[in-house]
C-alpha cells in the first residue's frame, strides 16, 4: 500500500515552460487536494477534487490547472511558470473529511 | 472564507514542561484537524476533531474543540524532544481544507 505518490520530488523550471505534477493514490479516496507550501504562509489550497470528473478552485488556483479522470490520479499543471510559483507542492487525499487527509511527500519545485 | 490563526508561531520550551498552542478560526467549521511536520517532510495527521467538546489524546499530546469560542488547542504534557517540529490546524467544509501558518515547536534539553 503506497499511499499518495509524487512525482517529481524536485524540478527546476525556467520561466514560461510548463510542467506537470503528478499524483496518485492507491487507497481509493473521492476527495483529494493540492497544496503549496511557502515559508511564513502555511498550506495554500490550490485546487480539490470530490470524486472523478469533479474539480473545484481553492485560495489560490491561478497558474494552476487540473483535471480528475481517475479516482487514483490528480495531476496538476503549471502552464507558464514563473518564479513566484516556487513552493513545496502537496497532494493529499481522504476517504472523507471525517477522516484525516494523507499527505504525498510533496515536490520541490524552483522557477528561475 | 474561512481564517485560521494559530498562536504562538514559534515556541521554545523545556522538556519537560507543559504548554499550550491555540488555533482559532473565523466561521463555522465542520471539523478541525492537527498534523505534524518534521523538517523537509509530508504532514501527519495527528487528530481529527468532529464536534464541540471533542478531547482527543496521543502520548503527550491532547485536542480539544469548543466550537462556540471557535477555538481548538493542542496541549502539550512534559515536553520531549522528539515532539520538536512544527504542528499546523486546518478546518473547514465541503471539503476545503484552511491551514493556519504553523507553530514551530523546538523542545531544549
Known amino acids: 500500500n503506497a499511499g499518495v505518490t509524487q512525482t517529481p520530488k524536485f524540478q527546476v523550471l525556467k520561466t514560461g515552460q510548463s510542467m506537470t505534477l503528478q499524483c496518485a493514490q492507491d487507497?481509493?479516496?473521492?476527495?483529494m487536494s493540492w497544496y503549496r507550501q511557502d515559508p511564513g504562509m502555511g498550506l495554500r489550497l490550490i485546487h480539490y477534487s470530490v470524486g472523478a470528473g469533479i474539480t473545484d478552485q481553492g485560495e489560490v488556483p491561478n497558474g494552476y490547472n487540473v483535471s480528475r479522470s481517475t479516482t487514483e490520479d490528480f495531476p496538476l499543471r503549471l502552464l507558464s511558470a514563473a518564479p513566484s510559483q516556487t513552493s513545496v507542492y502537496f497532494c493529499a487525499s481522504s476517504y472523507s473529511t471525517d477522516g484525516g487527509y494523507t499527505f504525498g511527500s510533496g515536490t520541490r519545485l524552483t522557477v528561475v | 472564507e474561512l481564517k485560521v490563526e494559530q498562536n504562538p508561531l514559534f515556541l521554545s520550551m523545556q522538556e519537560g514542561k507543559n504548554y499550550t498552542i491555540y488555533c482559532n478560526y473565523s466561521t463555522t467549521s465542520d471539523r478541525l484537524y492537527w498534523y505534524r511536520q518534521d523538517p523537509g517532510k509530508s504532514l501527519e495527521s495527528l487528530f481529527v476533531?468532529?464536534?464541540?467538546?471533542a478531547v482527543k489524546q496521543e502520548g503527550r499530546l491532547m485536542a480539544s474543540l469548543d466550537t462556540k469560542a471557535r477555538l481548538s488547542t493542542l496541549h502539550i504534557t512534559a515536553a520531549v524532544h522528539d515532539l520538536s517540529a512544527t504542528y499546523f490546524c486546518g478546518g473547514g467544509s465541503n471539503y476545503k481544507l484552511t491551514f493556519g501558518k504553523g507553530t514551530l515547536l523546538t523542545v531544549n534539553p
Open positions: 476533531l468532529l464536534s464541540n467538546g
Open positions: 487507497m481509493n479516496h473521492e476527495y
